[in-house]
């Protein structure tokens, strides 16, 4: 609940969760001496293995749970956390600061593996779902806030519509089509997925395993993600 916060580290890793908890925006992490960092889990849990990288794009509703080494930073020194998609004006730039203050002993290991992510393949698919994403109004125009309505298949929310009937056990691939002119997170209620394509290549190793949340790509931009439905027969949304 504070705004650019700040905290004390020492000189060892630390596991970190992000979550992006704003209902529009997206945020582009990395850290502002430019040091990499290790993602080792998205929304569904745990990757398969670490993922290095300098930085991680998080769109509203999608977490992260990474690793951070400061052991490189003189005590007495501070790094930033910043959301590189903005100016370095921008109120939102400076999302964190860490003051190392001290040194620690440190023998933890991130593990080269971490789980087993058993991958669905598309042969065993029941069917395939298409979904069009699309601004009421406004053509190719509007975006998240921006004074239209979202629709799926032409059709903005009703709680009495369904607009999906998968069985229990089935395995399905939903085909997401953005029309508009914005990237667009769609995130489902009851099941993780794992994303097949982005604009038809794979996803990146970061995106890779399990998933509720994926971004929609604009202007004609295409996702594919494959499912199975397991626990649940009642209704729920996706949005």
């Not at 990395?30 to 990499?36: E, P, V």
């Not at 400076?94 to 023998?107: E, L, Q, S």
């Not at 991130?110 to 058993?118: E, H, I, K």
Request: proline content about 5%; aromatic content about 10%; hydrophobic content about 40%.
């Amino acid at each position: 609940g504070t705004v650019q916060p700040y905290l004390n580290v020492a000189k060892r890793k630390y596991r970190l969760r992000v979550y992006n908890g704003s209902n529009a925006r997206f945020y582009r992490l990395a850290f502002s001496n430019g040091q990499s960092f290790q993602v080792i889990g998205m929304e569904g849990g745990l990757l398969s293995a670490p993922v290095t990288v300098t930085s991680l794009t998080l769109a509203p509703a999608e977490r992260a749970d990474i690793i951070v080494n400061f052991s490189s930073i003189a005590v007495g020194s501070n790094v930033e956390l910043r959301n590189t998609l903005v100016g370095s004006t921008s109120s939102v730039y400076k999302i964190m600061r860490f003051n190392v203050t001290g040194t620690a002993t440190d023998t933890s290991v991130v593990p080269s593996t971490l789980r087993t992510v058993t991958k669905f393949t598309r042969s065993q698919a029941v069917r395939t779902r298409n979904f069009t994403l699309s601004m009421s109004g406004g053509g190719m125009g509007g975006g998240m806030g921006g004074g239209g309505m979202w629709t799926i298949n032409g059709l903005g929310f009703d709680p009495n519509r369904v607009d999906a009937t998968p069985r229990l056990n089935d395995i399905e691939i939903w085909k997401f089509t953005n029309q508009s002119n914005m990237d667009h997170p769609m995130h489902l209620h009851d099941v993780m997925f794992q994303i097949l394509t982005i604009n038809g290549s794979a996803p990146p190793a970061t995106h890779a395993g399990w998933k509720d949340t994926v971004v929609v790509p604009r202007m004609m931009g295409t996702v594919e993600i494959i499912m199975k439905f397991t626990d649940y027969t009642g209704k729920f949304p996706f949005h």
